[in-house]
């Protein structure tokens, strides 16, 4: 089971959101490079970024911080990006500066051709994040909830080559309410390719309750203001993981 930590990027600092608003922010560092740094010397198999400003302008717009992270621990693990990433060139200009993944979001949803060139082109280097609510997916940002159903929409991306789905509930991220174990499991038994759970993680509990759906085809969890807030101690949580689930 992956913990894999999250550094949400705004305005070039890490800072945490309340249920995806940009209004409701805390800052946890001013160096988001020093912070990611800090979170592979505590274990960290994977690093999650987002580049929040770009999620809503639909471009890139933390590009810099991205890349001092990149230069800093790129080599060392494997660092997946979200956020404003909509052409097939800004794809391959990050992969060319060390990115291990991109994460599409919500231009996966709205130009379905987009994405499938981009599977085409950076094959097992493509991650679909599904954000959802009751079900349905939401997109730009979370401020639109669509009539897609997250199920039928991994399917479909899943033909289409994805390495992975991220699906986070976005009535939990950021509130500490626990994952929401059912709906992650429900779409990780109707696909065959891995299921990342994001989204209300808040204590131990909720790592021992992924690490018992591993087997499902979940592999594994956004860590984000629970590790933050002290609510949740990274390295502890990782160790219960691996001494669980190996």
Known sequence: ???????????????RLQQGDMKLSTTFSEEPAVMARSWVDKGARRVHLVDLNGAFAGHPKNEAAIRKILKDIGSEVDVQLGGGIRDLDTIERYLDAGLRYVIIGTAAVRNPGFLQDACTAFGGHIIVGLDAKDGKV?????SKLTKHDVVDLGKKFEDFGVESIIYTDIGRDGMLTGINVEATVRLAQALTIPVIASGGLSNM????????????GVEGVICGRAIYSGDLDFEAAQARADELNG
Do not use: N
């Open 1 to 15: 089971m992956l913990l894999i930590p999250a550094i949400d990027l705004k305005d070039g600092h890490c800072v």
């Open 138 to 142: 939401a997109t730009d940002g979370w």
């Open 205 to 216: 509990a909720d790592i021992e309750a992924l690490c018992g759906v591993e087997d499902e």
